[in-house]
């Protein structure tokens, strides 16, 4: 049995512990893909959770399906973690990152 929203809150309580709440991530919503969000999704088709994240203009990237709740949270959080990773890393090679977000911008005192 599927409780959505039990999983939509143990998504957003993993989220509030590692503090990426500036992220752009949609869990269970049925708004249009926006650019740059690292969704999660379910299929009452296939009776599938769908994972995958947008980019610019809101194109899909690969679509992981899973048929375990479990299995589609540690790779939406893998994926969250990866944007961190991926943006931090341009920040510091002096790149444009994905969008504006503290856990990547350097402030007055990262410059010190």
Do not use: C
Not at 12 to 19: A, E, F, N, T, V
Not at 47 to 52: F, L, P, Q
Not at 54 to 61: I, L
């Amino acid at each position: 049995m599927f409780n959505l929203e039990k999983e939509r809150l143990e998504i957003l309580s993993d989220i509030h512990k590692l503090g990426y709440e500036s992220l752009r991530f949609s869990i269970f919503n049925e708004h249009r893909p926006l650019e740059w969000e690292t969704r999660i999704e379910f299929n009452p088709e296939t009776k599938e959770y769908e994972v995958y994240a947008t980019m610019d203009r809101a194109s899909k990237g690969g679509v992981f399906r899973f048929k375990k709740f479990e299995e589609a949270q540690e790779k939406f959080i893998k994926n969250l973690e990866l944007t961190v990773f991926i943006n931090k890393t341009s920040v510091d090679n002096g790149e444009v990152p994905e969008y504006s977000s503290p856990l990547w911008e350097k402030t007055v005192e990262d410059s010190r």
